[in-house]
């Protein structure tokens, strides 16, 4: 049988099976033909009357001799036995150039505001929009010459995109070496030829400023291995703003971390806020999210958020890609490999990338459904078995590099985990804690008590210690490591002893231990909780976290004499409330330098100035220093 018709002339295999949106397809001629996992094909609807066939894409996820089963990226609805297929021959690919830059895709690189103002909502079938826009008009300005030699990876010029020089290059999956045989600087849109590339049989070939790439081969890996750029280690910290990840937690610019938590533990607003403080040229938000209406907030958000690097908005220097639960389970899938790619680009042009995956458990949740339509045997609460090492493959993207033109970019990869009703053992937790470096628990009694960010600092930890320790070591001083390892043991301490206390009340421990205590909330109250609407503490650069460690030594070494457990008490109740105030004030100020003597004069035993009376011992007066300075 052949599917073949008149007006699909290309078809080379037809629809024989159809179970949801995973349909089986025959080769016409399996002498002839052959099936590629992973290629993209066509399937070729029956056109309605006096319309054009609609065509649908699928994925082949299975090749089973001249049978395959691939997977639709869209809703399979009038899909039928005997439909034409055409093989594209390519895997999933995304097109590369400048350009993406404040865009909105779909995990399929289709632009949603456009797509949705063309098709009056998020997806319409067998629409095809450009990912780039063809007719803008780009400052194309060459860095190589007639007659001289590159290879792929190698860059030819760059365009300006907003404030980024974005690099062309000779595309990345041409195999051999060229000579450039004819460059031209100019004014030019994407699909004009800016130089052609002859290879060593002669022949010429034609370069545009944009490029498709297949977005599950690892971009860089491909470079790699063609010498052409090198993967090092990761020495520098992602700088957050956020004292709890940048003092205990420290993520490395280039690494990974994971972030778990139940449903409204503060999972986004948290990479809201990594998003927008880190110290990143470029930031790639793929939101998968359980309801549409969180990743409508997401686009909604990022386009007001101001950029506190560039006073422009955060959107300038973001791509967005997203999912819904209701848009179909393989372009969902693909969608983080899509930002990945797109990561994985930018960062080839020298550009350090964070990319927050938010959640990619309902990335785990799509393969697991196609999983379970190719009837794969199961693994733990019916995810596939190679479950983790796809996480890791993703993670494994992540890195520093360090490109042909001798630059240093860094790819950093956050995500988030949703595990159900908070339970860190279930498998997609487990499988990302295996393969991560740094851990950033969020716990749901944190966030029910308001302390935010809600990441437990009992639970959390940070394997980038020792590796970036000789950064620490030059920028925070030699006892930076020692400082923050004994603060995290006066937590532990602290927590033991509030257990305690639980039990035996505040008169069965001793007034050492309850000092202790104190510390401890007082270390947990002001310095990892941070209030992500006031405009001072909102970001705390890292200079600023070295002052106040600094000054929390002070309070930490305090020993007494304190009278009784009330002393103890008035005093820290006054401390909290100082350094709150302090954690509200610019740097720079007269009131900043006021609130941190009178810390350091209470701390070293000497009445606060601004304190007399010394307080009474029943007096907790919460709110006297809003006065104060
Ligand atoms: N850092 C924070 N500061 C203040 N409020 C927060 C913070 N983090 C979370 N919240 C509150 O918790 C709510 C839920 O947070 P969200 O990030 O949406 O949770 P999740 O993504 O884990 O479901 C937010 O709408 C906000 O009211
Ligand atoms: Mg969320």
């Known amino acids: 049988m052949t599917a073949t018709t008149p007006d699909t002339p290309d078809a080379t295999a037809h629809v024989i099976a159809i179970n949801d949106d995973v349909v089986t397809l025959r080769l016409d001629d399996p002498e002839a033909g052959r099936w590629i996992k992973n290629e993209v094909v066509h399937l070729c609807l029956p056109p309605d009357p006096g319309m054009e066939r609609t065509h649908l894409e699928a994925e082949v996820l299975r090749v089973r001799g001249a049978d395959a089963d691939a997977q639709v990226y869209e809703d399979t609805a009038g899909v039928g036995i005997g439909d034409p297929v055409i093989q594209s021959g390519e895997q999933l690919a995304v097109t590369l150039g400048p350009g993406l830059l404040g865009q909105v895709y779909d995990g399929l690189q289709n632009p949603l505001p456009r797509l949705e103002a063309i098709g009056g909502r998020f997806l319409q079938r067998g629409l095809d929009v450009p990912a780039l826009d063809r007719q803008q008009r780009w400052s194309f300005e060459a860095t190589v010459r007639s007659g001289d030699r590159v290879v792929a990876g190698d860059g030819l010029g760059s365009v300006q995109e907003g404030r980024f020089a974005h690099r062309i290059f000779v595309p990345f999956g041409w195999a051999g070496r060229f000579t450039v045989s004819w460059v031209q600087a100019g004014s030019v849109n994407l699909d004009a030829v800016i130089a052609r590339l002859r290879d060593e049989n002669?022949?010429?070939?034609?370069?545009?400023?944009?490029?498709?790439?297949?977005?599950?081969?690892?971009?860089?890996?491909?470079?790699?291995a063609g010498g052409r750029t090198q993967r090092t280690y990761p020495d520098t910290p992602l700088t957050t703003s956020l004292r709890l990840i940048d003092t205990f937690f420290p993520i490395a610019k280039g690494g990974t971390a994971c972030i778990p938590g139940p449903f409204g533990a503060g999972k986004t607003v948290l990479q809201n806020l990594i998003s927008r403080y880190s110290d990143v040229d470029i930031v790639i938000v793929v939101a998968c999210g359980e309801r549409a209406g969180e990743v409508v907030e997401t686009i909604n958000e990022f386009p007001q958020l101001a950029d506190p690097r560039t006073g422009g908005t955060l959107m300038d220097r973001t791509i967005i890609i997203c999912n819904t639960s209701s848009m179909p389970v393989a372009a969902r899938e693909a969608s983080i490999?899509?930002?990945?790619?797109?990561?994985?680009?930018?960062?080839?042009?020298?550009?350090?990338?964070?990319?927050?995956?938010?959640?990619?458990?309902?990335?785990?949740?799509?393969?697991?459904?196609?999983?379970?339509?190719?009837?794969?045997?199961?693994?733990?609460?019916?995810?596939?078995?190679?479950?983790e090492s796809s996480i890791r493959q993703l993670y494994e993207r992540a890195g520093v590099v360090r490109t042909p033109a001798g630059d240093?970019?860094?790819?950093?990869?956050?995500?988030?985990?949703?595990?159900?009703?908070?339970n860190f053992e279930e498998?997609?937790?487990?499988?990302?804690?295996?393969?991560?470096?740094?851990?950033?628990?969020?716990?749901?009694?944190?966030?029910?008590?308001?302390?935010?960010?809600?990441?437990?600092?009992?639970?959390?930890?940070?394997?980038?210690?020792?590796?970036?320790?000789?950064?620490?070591?030059?920028?925070?001083?030699?006892?930076?490591?020692?400082?923050?390892?004994?603060?995290?043991?006066?937590?532990?301490?602290?927590?033991?002893?509030?257990?305690?206390?639980?039990?035996?009340?505040?008169e069965g421990i001793s007034d050492a231990d309850f000092l202790t205590q104190q510390q401890a909330t007082l270390v947990d109250r002001v310095y990892l909780q941070q209030d992500a609407f006031d405009p001072v503490d909102v970001s705390t650069p890292l200079a600023r976290q070295k002052a106040m460690l600094e000054l929390l030594d002070h309070v930490v070494a305090m020993r007494g004499p304190?009278?009784?457990?009330?002393?103890?008490?008035?005093?820290?109740?006054?401390?909290?409330?100082?350094?709150?105030?302090?954690?509200?004030?610019?740097?720079?100020?007269?009131?900043?330098?006021?609130?941190?003597?009178?810390?350091?004069?209470?701390?070293?035993?000497?009445?606060?100035?601004?304190?007399?009376?010394?307080?009474?011992?029943?007096?907790?007066?919460?709110?006297?220093?809003?006065?104060?300075?």
């Open 408 to 422: 240093t970019g860094s790819l950093t990869l956050i995500g988030t985990v949703s595990p159900a009703g908070g």
């Open 337 to 387: 490999h899509t930002g990945i790619t797109l990561g994985e680009y930018y960062r080839q042009m020298g550009y350090d990338v964070l990319l927050i995956a938010d959640s990619t458990s309902r990335w785990a949740q799509a393969m697991r459904e196609t999983s379970g339509r190719l009837e794969e045997i199961p693994g733990e609460e019916a995810f596939p078995a190679y479950l």
């Open 427 to 506: 498998p997609v937790t487990q499988g990302t804690l295996n393969t991560v470096k740094t851990f950033l628990g969020l716990s749901y009694d944190r966030a029910y008590r308001r302390f935010y960010p809600a990441v437990d600092p009992l639970i959390s930890w940070s394997r980038y210690r020792d590796q970036l320790d000789p950064w620490f070591r030059r920028e925070m001083g030699g006892d930076w490591r020692h400082r923050v390892e004994r603060l995290q043991q006066l937590l532990r301490d602290g927590d033991d002893i509030q257990r305690m206390m639980q039990v035996t009340g505040e």
């Open 562 to 629: 304190f009278a009784d457990k009330a002393a103890i008490r008035a005093t820290f109740t006054r401390l909290t409330d100082l350094f709150h105030n302090l954690n509200g004030t610019a740097s720079d100020s007269d009131a900043y330098r006021q609130y941190r003597d009178r810390i350091e004069a209470l701390a070293s035993g000497k009445p606060d100035a601004a304190q007399t009376p010394a307080p009474g011992p029943d007096d907790s007066d919460s709110d006297s220093e809003s006065d104060g300075g």
């Open 202 to 224: 002669g022949r010429e070939h034609p370069v545009t400023l944009a490029q498709r790439w297949p977005v599950r081969r690892p971009l860089t890996a491909t470079l790699q």
